[in-house]
């Protein structure tokens, strides 16, 4: 015994007395009734008999991967048996689903497309086919994605004003008339009141009360309309399309545009579906695209009577934009209205003096009509056309002396008018052929390269139309006249398309050096950072490093003096994200000398946390192997603790797990191969750098122990001196992080797991200490805890732990300095101190699997072993003192378990006993030896209490008896068939 036992030495004498469960402070109290005996186990023959069948497939056999072909015979009747094919001689086989063919090959949907008129289903595919030709697609960028920009754009703080409309009391629902003509009357006198002055103009509004009032006008117009209020709400509307003649806070007019537009495209709408819900009747609804011949007389007469009001208008502005508003509505009453109506619209903007108003008069119509008639192509040229020969209004003295009396130079003015043009222009050049661009060009050649003409072309045609005549377009922005509309601008347009579409090869070099000799001479920070954040993502897609740390420090040597970055962080952070997304080799991007130094322009905390957080995301997705570059490793760690570093008491936990995210993505991606001790020693550097960030700590520990395992599978399980050495270094960092951690649950399994390794590896004092932490922290275990931000009861995750622990402490080796199971016991006298719930039966069903786990270590030979450790089986050999002391403790155990049962004897607890007595039915049944008498007689009454109150489940009670039978077939279990005998059903009453 002593040349098997070593570690492990069988206990005698007085160990042997410090170990019996009697004289344990708390396993113990009155000897169990019923000794414990466990069954011999042959684990090999359980696993055999255990195993499916193994059954040859022939060829040709059914297969659940093989395609399925059905066969189908003349009787509609689909058998399949293997192959699933039928016997039919004039069956017909394919490749189909089996669902489909209970339906004939058809399904109801295939049906109802079937009784459709073939002929309807032709004209609405030719209708929707050429529907689609005319419509837009998602390539053309909305006017709605445009709004909140120049809403965000063009702002003032000067004093607005507004005229409100007082309004009467004639044209409300109220209102009631005899006859036809006393109600039109009634209108047209309504209108002449509004025309005379029932208005109130509000004077000395912000921009945030001018917007309010828009807002309140917007909602009456709703109101008015749903109240039946047609001639308030016509009103309304010409009211505020008054609005847009007044330029007198010329800043804010395009905003002033979009927000008056909102309230007409509103009015529009609602004529519309207005009239278009009077064409349905109780026999047909009008289709979506229907023809004049199919709107009734009342719909096409009511569609007049508001193109009649509209043209009753005086002045040219409102009537111009409210007929504009529900151009849509001329196809009620003719095939042709719409593309009649355009060019008169077009020339009743030539009436319109004011150039900027002229122009966003043009912008609206362009709007409408590509909503309504994007195939009218030849208007919306006419339109821009025009725009062109009156486009030196512009610099005329009209313009000129309103600018004076308003304060306003030309270069605030002139971009007033990009919104407008550039919606006109993308208006026109969609889908345009290339030979359109270079007309374009000549015109713009023409009117002397006109600096707002030309940015305005650039934006709107395709990018790969300009890329091609890049250096044509460089040319023209030379020879442009820089007062008004600055060169630089231009550039940034032509930037912002050479990012989307390549350049001639040969031309690439040049057109970075004409960009950038201008861009570099800018005075103005935000001038120079605007163009520079541009040509950087050109010059990464299509130059090396070498240009790219050009462009970075030029852009240091502009941004830094006066610390002028403050202001421009928007920017700087959209030229880092362009490097890293075009420098996926990192030790590339590390090498740019310029990098680091452009990083250290992010002073703001906040900004620099999420410019490195970019940093770690393109890492983390485009780094493919490991690596142990020290350039790379230098730069990511200062990034990560740059990352690390922001956190504090009011971060909040999502950003926290974002963080460890990132940093833990770079733990995982840091390898030295084969130098384990290096490998080691940055675990150590990074768990001192990122202490603040459990996860990260957590993910530490795992890589440690992984590290560890390394080194055992490196040295296949033979450690040498050095590498015995090392695994305990390996497990010692695991040892000292694991207490740091906050989480009670997160130290328990890595106390468990980190003493599996230290076992794997043979560190077996230390394997001891980790599970003897594990055993001490149990009664630290709050009695509920936080799991995503909601509290729950620690007792089921505390149950899944000490179960998983039971099965590691089978393996472990008995120490030769304590009793016999010694870990076991001191696991039991915590689960015995510890405060269960009292509704709770986790305390038992530890029990029960402590019994499962004491069966086992009474085994010969153990279920599972650890290569070149030997667990008890190996060191006791089956000795009989050893046996003895382990019955004694299952005795003890059961005697816990048979307590508790007898508590549970209320009639609120009846259940949860006859659950609890079943379950330890079946642990005697699969762990004890049943030719024990008294341990036969004490399953039989715990058959007896599960039925005893009806609270059973007769299904499981007979499946238990059907199994208790066939294992009495099996050989050495013939003493069952006496058990099941003494097993009867009982049934409810």
């Not at 063009?154 to 006393?182: P, R, V, W």
Request: proline fraction near 4%; aromatic fraction near 8%; include cysteine.
């Amino acid at each position: 015994m002593a040349a098997r036992a070593g570690r492990g030495e069988a206990v005698s004498g007085k160990e042997k007395r410090a170990g019996c469960p009697g004289a344990s402070a708390h396993v113990t109290g009155k000897m169990a009734v019923f000794p414990w005996h466990s069954r011999s186990r042959n684990y090999k023959a359980e696993f055999a008999s255990c195993r499916l069948e193994a059954v040859p497939l022939e060829f040709g056999d059914y297969h659940p991967l093989k395609p399925i072909t059905v066969t189908e015979s003349k009787t509609k009747k689909v058998s399949r048996k293997g192959s699933s094919s039928s016997t039919s001689s004039s069956s017909s086989s394919s490749v189909v689903d089996p669902l489909s063919s209970v339906l004939d090959g058809t399904d109801p949907l295939s049906l109802f497309a079937a009784s459709a008129d073939p002929a309807a289903t032709d004209s609405s595919r030719k209708r929707r086919d050429r529907d689609e030709n005319a419509i837009v697609g998602s390539d053309f960028e909305p006017w709605a994605s445009k709004r909140g920009e120049i809403l965000a754009r063009y702002t003032t703080t000067e004093k607005l004003s507004i005229n409100l409309f007082m309004g009467s009391e004639k044209g409300k629902a109220g209102t009631t008339t005899s006859a036809m003509s006393e109600k039109v009357r009634t209108r047209l006198e309504e209108l002449d009141d509004f025309e005379e002055g029932s208005q109130k103009e509000l004077l000395n509004l912000t921009q945030q009360d001018y917007v309010n009032r828009i807002e309140e006008l917007n909602q009456s117009l709703k109101d008015a309309w749903a109240s039946d209020q047609k001639v308030k709400a016509l009103k309304i509307v010409i009211q505020c399309s008054k609005l847009l003649s007044d330029t007198s806070v010329i800043q804010f007019y395009p905003s002033k545009f979009v927000l008056i537009t909102d309230i007409l495209d509103t009015f529009g709408k609602l004529v519309y579906e207005r009239i278009f819900s009077m064409c349905v009747d109780n026999h047909s609804v009008l289709p979506d695209h229907f023809s004049p011949e199919n709107v009734n007389d009342t719909a096409k007469e009511t569609c007049l009577n508001w193109f009649f009001k509209i043209a009753s208008i005086r002045e040219l502005i409102p009537r111009f934009y409210v007929e504009a508003s529900i151009l849509k509505c001329n196809k009620f009453l003719s095939k042709t209205g719409i593309s009649e109506c355009l060019p008169r619209l077009t020339c009743m903007i030539r009436g319109i003096g004011d150039p900027l108003v002229s122009v966003y008069a043009r912008a609206y119509l362009c709007r409408v009509g590509m909503e309504v008639a994007p195939h009218l192509k030849e208007s919306l040229n006419k339109n821009f056309f025009d725009f062109l020969l009156t486009f030196k209004q512009i610099h005329g003295d009209t313009v000129q002396n309103q600018l004076v009396l308003q304060g306003v130079e030309l270069p605030s003015y002139l971009p007033l008018y990009s919104p407008a043009m550039d919606w006109i222009f993308q208006c026109i050049s969609y889908h345009a052929p290339e030979a359109l661009l270079t007309e374009m060009m000549e015109r713009c050649k023409k009117l002397g390269n006109n600096a707002l003409l030309l940015n305005s072309v650039m934006s709107a045609f395709r990018a790969e139309f300009i890329a091609t005549r890049s250096m044509d377009f460089i040319g023209m922005i030379k020879e442009c006249d820089e007062s008004g509309f600055p060169k630089h601008l231009l550039f940034h347009s032509l930037g912002l398309n050479l990012a989307l579409a390549d350049p001639p090869e040969g031309d690439r070099l040049q057109i970075l050096n004409e960009a950038w000799k201008v861009i570099t001479k800018l005075k103005n920070p935000q001038d120079y950072v605007n163009c520079a954040e541009v040509w950087v993502e050109y010059t990464c897609k299509h130059f090396t490093k070498r240009e790219v740390n050009t462009v970075l420090a030029d852009v240091i040597k502009h941004m830094t003096p006066d610390r002028a970055f403050e202001d421009s962080y928007p920017q700087l952070q959209s030229i880092i994200k362009k490097v890293i997304a075009h420098f996926h080799d990192f030790s590339v991007l590390f090498s740019v000398e310029k990098f680091l130094p452009f990083l250290d322009m992010f002073q703001k905390e906040s900004v620099r946390v999420e410019v490195c957080k970019c940093i770690m995301e393109v890492f983390i997705k485009y780094q493919q192997e490991p690596t142990k570059d020290p350039v790379i490793l230098n730069a990511l760690l200062h990034v990560c603790k740059t990352m690390h570093d922001s956190v504090n008491a009011l971060t909040l936990e999502d950003e926290k797990r974002m963080l460890a995210y990132l940093i833990n993505g770079f733990i995982k991606m840091v390898s030295f191969g084969r130098d384990f001790e290096q490998q080691l020693s940055f675990y150590v550097e990074a768990r001192s750098m990122f202490c603040n960030l459990e996860t990260v700590l957590v993910q530490l520990i795992h890589s440690v122990n992984r590290l560890a395992m390394e080194t055992r599978k490196v040295m296949k399980g033979n450690h040498s001196r050095k590498t015995a050495a090392f695994v305990r270094a390996c497990v010692a960092y695991c040892f000292i992080t694991i207490p740091s951690l906050v989480g009670i649950f997160t130290r328990l399994n890595l106390y468990l797991h980190s003493g599996q390794v230290a076992l794997a590896n043979q560190c077996l004092s230390q394997a001891d200490a980790f599970f003897k932490a594990a055993i001490s922290l149990i009664p630290e275990v709050p009695k509920m805890i936080n799991i995503d931000g909601k509290m729950r009861p620690s007792e089921s995750f505390l149950l899944e732990f000490l179960c998983n622990f039971f099965s590691t402490l089978l393996i472990v080796p008995d120490h030769p300095e304590h009793g016999v199971l010694f870990l076991v016991r001191e696991l039991l006298n915590v689960i015995q101190d510890y405060t269960w719930e009292d509704s709770s039966d986790d305390k038992i069903r530890i029990y029960t699997c402590v019994l499962h786990l004491l069966s086992a270590m009474s085994q010969e030979t153990y279920l599972y072993h650890i290569d070149k450790v030997d667990s008890n089986d190996s060191l006791y050999g089956g000795d009989s003192k050893f046996l003895a002391e382990n019955n004694k403790l299952c005795e003890t155990v059961m005697a816990q378990i048979l307590e508790h049962l007898k508590t549970l004897a209320k009639d609120e607890a009846l259940k949860r006993q006859s659950s609890l007595g079943l379950s330890f039915f079946n642990s005697i049944l699969a762990h004890g030896d049943l030719r024990n008498n008294r341990l036969n007689q004490l399953s039989v009454n715990l058959w007896h209490l599960a039925q005893r109150h009806g609270c059973a489940d007769t299904r499981t009670m007979v499946k238990t008896l059907e199994y208790i039978k066939q294992r009495s077939k099996q050989p050495d279990m013939g003493h069952l068939t006496e058990l099941a005998l003494r097993l009867p059903l009982q049934t409810r009453t």
